[in-house]
């Protein structure tokens, strides 16, 4: 028996039937059919009553974590099939993927992570009789220490992203726990992947200390085969607090590699998702932020490089300053241009990539010199 059903049967009371005559009892027999419809009712208005809200601690028993384990090659191959029916039949006949009329967040997560569309979209809803007014809360915690998102964001899924969204998902969560590492949002695992692929490994690492190596980030990320990428970083951008401070983060970090795939997937938010205000009327866009962020490191360096056993460091710190304000200026005019470029292009040729893009950058005043990718290494 499954905690989406109720245990059928009959049920048999005597009562006295008179006070005056404690002697007589008549059998009666309670309809319990009408019974189990209520309760049915019950339990369905108490589990579509049940919030979104962020949980942060895994409410899930360890005992039916076990269970799910034992579960899950069952759970799998109609995952694989994203089959509805085969979905629903399964949830009402076996135990440990609901708890306290809702469906767990690992139970979901699994889903996910075999980007069962149609099955997530039944559970999230609840919507299916036979789910009796449970659903998964996209918001809670799984076992693992991550969130749903994470896992949408880590596939690249983005049906899933926006699927989740629909349903209340916060892009605002992050991983928590021993076995994680934590305060991830979901946009930093998108980010982070992204710079893991092929294209990127291959012909950006490690850190080059010139100008191309700026206009060869540019030119790698209008590629085709990225748009899939920057779509999903975009997408996580759109629904995520503070993000000139996630981009700023980044840049501290010395991760120049993230910032440009922030900054290019992201430039819509950034040019118009800060109020900040300048002189009391003029609205300063992220751009402008991130810039004088950078301004103000760069004095701060020159006021330090008088120590000479730091004066290496710092004129590296220096340099690589200088280069993420090159990037930032890059997108901040000719990041419109190129993101509509790789909307429109997404099955083109790799020389013919190169060139556009180079010829984007030179109509805004950026020169690369010389050939910026070499296309066999792609």
């Given amino acids: 028996m499954s905690e989406f059903d109720c245990e059928e049967g009959t049920m048999e009371v005597k009562f006295r039937a008179s006070l005056k005559d404690p002697s007589v009892k ?68 076996k135990r440990g993927m609901a708890y306290k009329h809702t469906i767990t967040s690992q139970t979901l997560t699994y889903m996910i992570s075999y980007d069962a569309l149609r099955c997530a979209k039944v559970i999230l809803e609840g919507k299916a009789p036979r789910l009796n007014g449970h659903h998964a809360n996209p918001n809670c915690i799984n076992p693992y220490g991550y969130f749903p998102l994470h896992e949408a964001a880590e596939r690249f899924s983005v049906d899933m992203i926006k699927l989740l969204f629909r349903h209340g998902a916060s892009a605002n969560v992050r991983t928590v726990g021993d076995n994680i ?24 690492f490690p850190y080059q200390n010139h100008r191309d190596y700026i206009y060869k980030i540019i030119h790698l990320l209008c590629m085709p085969e990225m748009k899939i990428f920057l779509d999903t970083v975009r997408l996580l951008a759109e629904r995520t607090d503070n993000l000139v401070d996630e981009i700023w983060n980044y840049v501290k970090d010395g991760k120049l590699v993230q910032s440009a795939v922030l900054l290019l997937s992201a430039q819509a938010q950034i040019r118009g998702g800060c109020s900040s205000k ?79 893009v180079s010829s984007i950058l030179k109509e805004y005043g950026f020169c690369p010199t010389g050939e910026i990718v070499d296309v066999k290494n792609l």
């Fill in 26 to 93: 008549v059998p009666v027999k309670i309809d319990f059919k009408k019974i189990q419809e209520d309760i049915f009712q019950e339990y369905a208005l108490i589990a579509r009553s049940m919030p979104n809200d962020i949980i942060t601690q895994d409410p899930t028993p360890k005992s039916l974590h076990a269970v799910f384990y034992e579960l899950s090659p069952q759970l799998w191959p109609i995952l694989e099939k994203d089959s509805v029916r085969c979905l629903l039949n399964f949830l009402v006949s």
């Fill in 278 to 356: 300048r002189n009391g009327n003029n609205k300063r866009d992220g751009f402008d932020i991130i810039m004088c962020h950078i301004v103000r490191h760069l004095v701060t360096l020159r006021s330090e490089n008088k120590n000479t056993n730091t004066r290496k460091l710092r004129e590296e710190e220096r340099i690589f300053m200088e280069f993420t304000g090159l990037l930032v200026d890059i997108v901040s005019q000719a990041g419109e241009a190129l993101s509509a470029y790789i909307q429109a292009h997404s099955k083109v040729p790799h020389v013919e990539v190169l060139e556009r």
């Fill in 181 to 204: 590492i934590e305060n991830l949002l979901p946009l930093h695992v998108a980010v982070e992947n992204t710079c893991l692929h092929k294209y990127l490994e291959d012909n950006l």
